[in-house]
């Protein structure tokens, strides 16, 4: 081959140059906006603000319902959304939130409302049972207890943050 063949023309120079530092001031312009535009999706999820829920003067050892509202932001969009809780004293004076929702198929559970489990948790869409302290019992259809709020106590307010599986929160 002769060397004329691999000569670059002036006109190819500049046209590879300009392609060249085009493409690298167009990404470093683009990725800043990339980036903000798809930022709230990759921000890990966060763990729940705590939420003032009840007195701790209310609490009793039998477990009461009790309503409340968590903000939460789902990437770009924020709301308000309604949470409940089971929450009681244990034997020696801990504060115990557990959630309502059924590990079987996320229906609501209930406090004693079957006759024949009067000390149970009961979940009316296929008759799952928990005890008192979350755990699911055998032979019925959740396998694995209810999930247990992370909570605080502070100047008399119990405060709850996430619900997590038992043993974690
Ligand atoms: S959803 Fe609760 S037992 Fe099925």
Not at 75 to 84: D, G, L, Q, T
Not at 132 to 143: I, R, S
Request: hydrophobic share 35%; proline share 7%.
């Amino acid at each position: 081959m002769s060397e004329k063949n691999h000569r670059v023309s002036r006109r190819q120079f500049l046209n590879y140059t300009l392609t060249g530092v085009g493409g690298f001031m167009a990404a470093g312009m683009l990725m800043p906006m990339v980036r903000f535009a798809i930022d709230p999706v990759l921000k890990a999820g966060a763990d729940q603000d705590m939420v003032a829920v009840c007195d701790e003067s209310e609490l009793t050892t039998e477990p009461q319902r009790f309503d409340f509202k968590i903000d939460q932001v789902d990437a770009w969009y924020e709301s308000e959304e309604p949470r409940s809780a089971w929450i009681f004293k244990s034997e020696n004076g801990d504060v115990i939130a557990l959630s309502p929702v059924c590990k079987h198929l996320g229906c609501t559970v209930n406090w004693a409302s079957d006759e024949a489990n009067p000390n149970r948790f009961f979940c009316p869409c296929h008759y799952g049972l928990y005890e008192k302290n979350g755990d699911n019992v055998p032979n019925t259809p959740p396998l694995a207890p209810l999930d247990v709020y992370e909570h605080k106590v502070e100047d008399g307010k119990v405060y709850l943050g996430s619900a997590k599986p038992k043993g974690e929160a």
